[in-house]
């Protein structure tokens, strides 16, 4: 792997949710035990269903929310949610929705330069400048500059945001589904334009998304995960060419086809509810078509894999037990 840009140690992050007023508040693991090393110019993709925790690890690397043990370093220095500027100086993020997340009462040219006033970079000249540059790096001509979000397409308006982003020239641009609010015929642009900027920048981006055609055409190493944890983290080709995790089997299974006449996948895992975090077994045991004993009552140890490694008692043997 490259030098390493984004790592994180032993992340977790719980919640207490109450109960009313005569009982104990319950605990909710959104995040268990999670490490990475996310190496430079990579793109780090994360996939899993919704509430598997992908966005509450997100703002922890934000620097929104504190980890409620482990610790966060990009660069190799640890990032603290109490300095937000500083955290957001180095990490920006490219969001799900670009009509919500632009203000709607500011033009083109402010939405992009309001990283370069927050940090205090350049003049009001050379702030233009560098808000025009980064137009046309995204594909936006001069005229947008003093444009409103209302006036521009959701391909427009997301090509603002991307220039938002870079405009601070960040560690790493963490990518919450930039793609699923629009178009198909749009999404592969803007695909592109991720791409394309990735090689022209040298850029570091950590990929979260449903769409796994998406993350198949993206991605360089992915992790999947489930409940809070992670059970299997790959190579793109390896995973996608043999994954070996059931959970990251049933995600592959579950997509859609073109042809009607296949219907919907049958995933055979039903209805049941997983094990949460905090209980011992593996979490995806109630589940798993294939769970055997052992499944519910011993929390799998971690298999090392050619490319990467994988947390499951019933794969095959020769992968070996990391202690």
């Known amino acids: 792997m490259s030098e390493t840009v984004l790592e994180l140690r032993n992340v977790t992050r719980a919640f207490e949710l ?13 995040v268990a035990d999670v490490s990475l090393k996310v190496g430079r110019g990579e793109v780090f993709a994360l996939v899993g269903e919704s509430g598997s925790g992908k966005t509450t690890l997100a703002k ?40 919500s997340s ?17 940090h205090g970079v350049g003049d009001r000249t050379t702030r233009r400048a560098q808000v025009l540059a980064m137009l046309d790096r995204v594909g936006l001509s001069p005229r947008h500059y003093d444009a409103y979000p209302g006036q521009l397409s959701g391909g427009q308006r997301q090509r603002v945001a991307i220039a938002r982003a870079l405009i601070l020239k960040p560690e790493v641009v963490i990518c919450d589904e930039p793609t699923s609010a629009l178009d198909v015929s749009v999404q592969a ?3 592109n334009l991720l ?30 995960m489930y409940l809070g944890r992670f059970v299997e983290e790959r190579t793109r080709a390896g995973l996608f060419a043999s994954p070996r995790h059931p959970y990251t089997r049933v995600l592959l299974e579950s997509v859609l086809t073109p042809d009607p006449d296949l219907g919907v996948p049958d995933t055979r895992i039903g209805t049941a509810a997983g094990m949460p975090a905090s209980e011992l ?20 140890m ?19 037990i990391v202690p």
């Open 60 to 99: 922890m690397l934000l620097g929104l929310l504190p980890p409620t043990s482990g610790e966060i370093l990009v660069d190799g220095m640890p990032i603290s949610p109490k300095d937000r500027v500083a955290v957001s100086r180095r990490v920006q993020p490219i969001f799900q929705d670009p009509y």
């Open 18 to 30: 109450s109960q009313g007023a005569f009982r104990r508040a319950a605990k909710l693991t959104a």
């Open 189 to 191: 642009q803007i695909l």
């Open 302 to 320: 971690v298999r090392t894999l050619p490319d990467g490694w994988t947390t499951c008692h019933l794969i095959e043997e020769e992968a070996a």
């Open 281 to 300: 077994g593996c979490p995806f045991e109630p589940r798993c078509p294939s769970a055997a004993e052992v499944c519910r009552t011993t929390v799998p």
């Open 195 to 224: 791409l394309e900027l990735k090689r022209e920048l040298g850029l570091t981006y950590f990929f979260i998304s449903h769409n796994l055609a998406v993350v198949e055409h993206l991605a360089d190493r992915v992790a999947v």
């Open 102 to 118: 632009l203000n709607p009462r500011k033009s083109v040219a402010q939405l992009i330069a309001l990283p370069l006033i927050v």
